[in-house]
């Protein structure tokens, strides 16, 4: 029986468990302690902290494992790049890894090759903002350079606001320096995309619906992206360079872009699937499933990425607008073949925080159609029959 190591149990890593298990693999799950649902599912538990990639290296060889993956999140992705380097596994590179995982890195390497992306200044916490910011142009966005889930990133409009960004983004990262960049006014959108033995097998535009907080994070998707040929071909072109800058290869990709002037801009690549139903998406459009296919590459085994169909979709966070607990969920819907999956992370007297950050998902509404419009349209029907109390 095939071992697999997947990195994290929480809600994004739970279907890759169950999938695995399907196809008869023998899953280990890898996370620090606490209330995770991946836990009761994975065959065996590893209590290890997923950035450690020395200490999962060694469990990784205990265990003889035949893969390991992640999916929906950033943080274990250079441990997975470890691995696959120590074990001669299928996967991403260390190198390539501490790239993806790494904004300064990443931009560096945007510059290096021509990838349209935002000007930016390398900075450190000590530093007079004042004097590393000249030259850029306000609106500024603030990142830590090591966090995903939109977590220690701040939409910065004037040097007023200079110190409690700083403040934000310090508290956010285990480094002392960051990244500040121009932030470029125009449409968010994104693509998923996966690489394997030097081939961009597809890539796959979608938008996004976005909540504007302290920056865009995004809290649903939708695909077909309906733009013209000419800008999609140069979402997708850029998305090959950068995936050469960066040295992916044998990953999922996830990437973050803007739309302006009829141009993209990257903004980063992840060396891993999208998280807030992204997986989901590229399984209805395409009608395979995509955690099957990570599951498989990660395996190492001949993998195809059939493109013959095209199904659109589109999906939707349920979130809270308060701190509090959840005093009442009720599903008005009914059976019906259109809304492919509601799902609820929390239940009644679970206790639930403001929406912020991606993490801050109450659960979630996915819906398809024979058009775009069809999709979007069951979504929010889906969407309006659900009710959840939060006091």
Do not use: W
């Amino acid at each position: 029986m095939k071992k697999l190591m997947i990195m994290g149990a929480g809600i994004y890593q739970v279907p890759l468990i169950k999938k695995a298990k399907e196809m008869g693999i023998y899953t280990i799950a890898v996370s620090i302690p606490g209330n995770y649902p991946g836990f009761a599912l994975a065959d065996k538990v590893c209590y290890e902290n997923t950035v450690d990639y020395e200490r999962v290296l060694q469990v990784a060889k205990e265990e003889k494992i035949d893969g390991i993956v992640t999916a929906g999140t950033d943080v274990a992705v250079i441990t997975i790049g470890k691995v696959c380097d120590e074990l001669g596994l299928t996967g991403l590179s260390f190198e390539a890894a501490q790239i993806a995982s790494n904004k300064i890195l990443m931009k560096k390497k945007y510059e290096e090759y021509g990838v349209r992306t935002a000007r930016f200044r390398e900075v450190s916490f000590e530093d007079d903002l004042y004097a590393k910011t000249e030259g850029l142009n306000f609106p500024l966005i603030f990142k830590a350079i090591d966090t995903s889930g939109s977590r220690g990133i701040i939409r910065v409009n004037s040097r007023e606001e200079f110190e409690e960004a700083r403040s934000i983004v310090k508290a956010s990262t285990r480094n002392d320096f960051f990244i500040i960049e121009e932030f470029i006014e125009g449409e968010e959108f994104g693509a998923q995309a996966f690489v394997y033995r030097g081939e961009v097998k597809f890539i796959l535009p979608h938008g996004d619906y976005v909540f504007h907080g302290d920056t865009g994070v995004p809290i649903g998707h939708f695909a077909p992206y309906q733009l013209g040929e000419e800008i999609i071909a140069d979402a997708k072109q850029q998305l090959e360079l950068a995936i050469r800058a960066m040295g992916l290869d044998n990953c999922a990709i996830n990437a973050d872009f803007i739309l302006k002037d009829g141009k993209t801009y990257v903004l980063e690549l992840g060396g891993r699937s999208g998280a807030t139903c992204l997986a989901e998406l590229v399984s209805i459009y395409y009608g395979y499933d995509y955690y099957e296919k990570l599951i498989l590459a990660a395996l190492g085994e001949d993998v195809d990425f059939p493109q013959e169909q095209a199904v659109p979709n589109a999906s939707m966070l349920l979130r809270s607008d308060r701190d509090g607990v959840i005093r009442e969920i009720r599903n008005e819907n009914k059976p019906d073949e259109d809304i492919y999956e509601i799902q609820f992370d929390h239940g009644v007297g679970d206790h639930v925080k403001k929406f912020h950050v991606g993490p801050h998902r109450i659960g979630h509404v996915i819906a398809k159609g024979e058009t775009l419009e069809a999709a979007v349209e069951k979504l929010n029907e889906a969407l309006g029959r659900i009710h959840i109390v939060v006091e």
